[in-house]
């Protein structure tokens, strides 16, 4: 009864729609994490990566295997 955690469950997206990237700056080199339409092209900002860290957490949260990166 205690000291069970539950596990958290991966958030969900529209994966017939969108698709996970990372768009990169060449600039300045700021990436971020989110989905863009795959009919549009639209890109929906989901979390801005400082580091390795972010960047795995985000694809843990969303059950992601590889991600593409867009300039």
Known sequence: M???KKKA???EYDKENW???LKCS???GEQ???F???HT???KEEILIRNGEELEAFKKKYG???ITKIY
């Open 19 to 21: 698709k996970p990237v």
């Open 36 to 38: 863009q339409n795959i």
């Open 2 to 4: 205690f000291g069970k």
């Open 26 to 28: 060449i600039c300045n």
């Open 41 to 43: 092209g639209e890109f």
């Open 32 to 34: 971020v994490a989110g």
């Open 9 to 11: 469950l991966a958030a």
């Open 64 to 66: 992601i295997a590889q």
